[in-house]
């Protein structure tokens, strides 16, 4: 089970926790993220560059993932971070001017998912093998910030 699996209602988590459980280095350690209140059950992060391997394996609760890059960051979503979560239904990761890498599994299991948008303006996206298998109704999309300008 992922990190979150058992929290129905997290609104607000230390970050410094976050990283002895598979989270790398933060900008600020007090950043609150929010997770699974009554009316959206999604996760928002400001800078998190790093989704470890199980990091969020198993979490049911989570529907929605929306991630903004810092500018010249590379985001790392590892194998398997995102790994049968049952619910999740849309994914948008935003990059500014860094990388975007998405390794191999790691949205796989995911029979909900709908909708990937990831945005890019400068370096494309390095994607692994088969990040979506298992994702029957997955429309993935990449793109410039502004549009999305490119299917897979």
């Given at each position: 089970?992922?990190?979150?699996?058992?929290?129905?209602?997290?609104?607000?988590?230390?970050?410094?926790?976050?990283?002895?459980?598979?989270?790398?280095?933060?900008?600020?350690?007090?950043?609150?993220?929010?997770?699974?209140?009554?009316?959206?059950?999604?996760?928002?992060?400001?800078?998190?560059?790093?989704?470890?391997?199980?990091?969020?394996?198993?979490?049911?609760?989570?529907?929605?993932?929306?991630?903004?890059?810092?500018?010249?960051?590379?985001?790392?979503?590892?194998?398997?971070?995102?790994?049968?979560?049952?619910?999740?239904?849309?994914?948008?990761?935003?990059?500014?001017?860094?990388?975007?890498?998405?390794e191999d599994g790691a949205f796989c299991?995911?029979?909900?998912?709908?909708?990937?948008?990831?945005?890019?303006?400068?370096?494309?996206?390095?994607?692994?093998?088969?990040?979506?298998?298992?994702?029957?109704?997955?429309?993935?999309?990449?793109?410039?910030?502004?549009?999305?300008?490119?299917?897979?």
């Amino acid at each position: 089970m992922g990190l979150f699996s058992k929290k129905p209602r997290l609104e607000k988590i230390d970050i410094e926790r976050l990283l002895k459980h598979g989270f790398i280095a933060t900008g600020n350690k007090r950043a609150p993220v929010r997770y699974a209140d009554e009316e959206y059950r999604g996760l928002t992060l400001n800078y998190m560059p790093h989704f470890l391997k199980g990091c969020f394996t198993g979490c049911q609760r989570l529907e929605n993932l929306l991630y903004g890059c810092k500018e010249r960051e590379t985001v790392t979503i590892h194998a398997g971070a995102f790994d049968s979560c049952a619910n999740l239904k849309t994914i948008e990761i935003r990059s500014f001017s860094g990388g975007i890498v998405v390794e191999d599994g790691a949205f796989c299991n995911c029979p909900l998912l709908e909708k990937v948008y990831i945005s890019y303006q400068f370096m494309r996206p390095i994607i692994g093998n088969e990040p979506f298998s298992n994702c029957p109704n997955a429309k993935i999309v990449f793109g410039s910030a502004s549009t999305y300008t490119h299917g897979w």
